[in-house]
């Protein structure tokens, strides 16, 4: 235990020493090269994770599998074997700009590396460039140094040659990529426009005091979130420390935790009515949301994608400003998104953008924040009553 305290405390100091030459830089107005960010930001932390940067067989510098590959800033080695890449930019470069991650992930997954980790000195990004998803769910955690110094030294901790010797981050990997899917289903019930047959029918069972309709009524109006805080790995149940000295609470899933959302829909309806509001709900078109009111010009677009927030404009004739461009639909916007992320050869399905889904927007009626499909189903329902 003694071992691990002291490894941690040299890790927190080597992060707040980065940490402070980052500041100096930037009160100076000074710009760091990628060269002089490796030498005084990121070599720095990969030696304080135990690994031996002066030994190619540990560190491999400028790693490529062969002469006509373009090379990796860092590859760290277990029995001269890579098992972790880390590429470099310079600090105050945009880590957001989709060709790093893209390029290093692509390598990595023809070298048969899984981990990836993505760094400006400032920022680190891990990936799991074998996860079977989008390249967008690939990112595993993100921190900046300067934002949180315990959820850095937590997340670099991972990364440590022990830590990855013995596969560690594959362990937490794997609750996160479950947690992640069940969220998202726990989310798509509760969020649903009428309360789910087979929970009314769960809790009917569990609650023989409430009526159906008193459930049914109740789970309308129910507003919930989730939260997946990471087991320990090992030692005592007290600590929030593994055997390694992760403070695994710091980590959890990189889940984005949306705002509850309030509910105020109807009583259930006969199946004949209920198509009539899915086909109402087809027909309205942006310039239908605002006119409803629900929806006001000027209103802020938000979509969270690739890990970041894209912000966009609603104008007054119901078209989207992005990035400077307008676009006749919040399809077209969404699409302009990502092509901004993967580049203009983006095709196909991943192109492909359902926007009322994409974008959210606040209700101008309920004060709430919600996808512009939420609001195009509450403006069809007010319809139906009308």
């Known amino acids: 235990m003694v071992s691990v305290v002291m490894f941690m405390t040299d890790l927190r100091e080597v992060v707040g020493q980065c940490v402070e030459r980052q500041r100096r830089y930037r009160q100076r107005g000074q710009r760091m090269n990628e060269q002089n960010t490796k030498a005084a930001l990121i070599s720095p932390v990969i030696m304080a994770l135990g690994w031996d940067l002066y ?3 540990e560190v491999h510098h400028e790693y490529r599998r062969s002469q006509h590959e373009n090379p990796v800033d860092y590859a760290l080695l277990l029995l001269r074997t890579p098992r972790l890449f880390i590429e470099a930019k310079a600090l105050g470069e945009n880590l957001d700009d989709p060709r790093w991650a893209n390029q290093t992930i692509g390598y990595a997954t023809m070298a048969g590396v899984e981990w990836v980790a993505l760094t400006n000195g400032a920022e680190w990004r891990v990936f799991n460039a074998h996860a079977p998803v989008p390249i967008e769910q690939k990112l595993f955690r993100a921190v900046r140094l300067e934002d949180d110094v315990d959820a850095a030294v937590d997340l670099l901790a991972l990364l440590s040659r022990e830590n990855m010797r013995e596969n560690r981050i594959e362990e937490l990997w794997k609750g996160f990529f479950v947690d992640r ?22 809790l009917d069972g569990r609650m023989p005091k409430l009526s159906r309709e008193e ?18 790995l090992a030692g005592p149940a007290d600590s929030r420390r593994n055997s390694q000295g992760i403070d695994e609470s710091t980590l959890r899933p990189s889940v984005p935790a949306p705002a509850p959302v309030p509910f105020a829909l109807p009583a259930p309806r006969p199946a004949r009515q209920q198509a009539k509001v899915t086909a109402d709900e087809r027909r309205l078109k942006l310039p239908d949301l605002l006119a409803s009111g629900r929806l006001v010009p000027g209103t802020v677009l938000t979509a969270r994608y690739f890990g970041e927030q894209h912000i966009a404009e609603l104008l007054a004739d119901g078209r989207v400003r992005y990035r400077g461009n307008v676009y ?20 196909g399905a991943r192109k492909a953008t359902d926007g009322l889904d994409f974008w959210q927007a606040e209700d101008a009626l309920a004060g709430d924040h919600v996808t512009l499909k939420e609001i195009r189903r509450r403006v069809a329902l007010g319809h139906v009553h009308e």
Do not use: C, W
């Open 181 to 202: 899917q069940v969220h998202v289903e726990l989310m798509n019930l509760f969020t649903a426009p009428i309360p789910a047959p087979e929970m009314v029918n769960l």
């Open 55 to 57: 030994d190619p067989d």
């Open 215 to 232: 459930i049914y009524q109740s789970l309308v109006r129910v507003r919930a979130t989730f939260d997946f805080p990471m087991a320990a």
């Open 328 to 347: 006749n639909s919040p399809s077209g916007a969404g699409e302009a998104v990502k092509i901004a992320i993967h580049g203009p050869g983006i095709t």
